[in-house]
């Protein structure tokens, strides 16, 4: 059994920051890539940032420059820093992690459960 837990959402004036946490539990043999999406109402749930177990990392162009995606490999956490942010930032922000629960066990992916970031005056 693996969980994905997220933190760090919440209200934040435009020009603000806040920094997400997404830990994965349970039966975990290896995390390969990790990333954070987000859904706001009635648009698709869209990529905002990925990063590969080796580091390597890609954004939307509308966040690029303002947030920065980081993993804690001995953590099995991955991080989204948000700077600067935006009305338009405003949505329900998942994480999605490809796990393998065991050796030789092909990986799955795993979301969490969502936290909602609010960016308003």
């Known amino acids: 059994q693996v969980q994905l837990v997220e933190s760090g959402g919440g209200l934040v004036q435009p020009g603000g920051s806040l920094r997400l946490s997404c830990s994965a539990s349970g039966t975990i043999f290896s995390i390969n890539a990790m990333g954070w999406y987000r859904q706001a109402p009635g648009n698709q749930r869209e990529l905002v940032a990925g990063?590969?177990?080796?580091?390597?990392?890609n954004y939307a162009d509308s966040v690029k420059g303002r947030f920065t995606i980081s993993r804690d490999n001995a953590k099995n956490t991955v991080y989204l820093q948000m700077n600067s942010l935006k009305p338009e930032d405003t949505a329900v922000y998942y994480c999605k992690a490809g796990i393998s629960s065991r050796r030789f066990r092909p990986e799955r992916d795993y979301w969490g459960q969502g936290t909602q970031v609010t960016v308003s005056s």
């Open positions: 990063i590969t177990s080796a580091g390597d990392t």
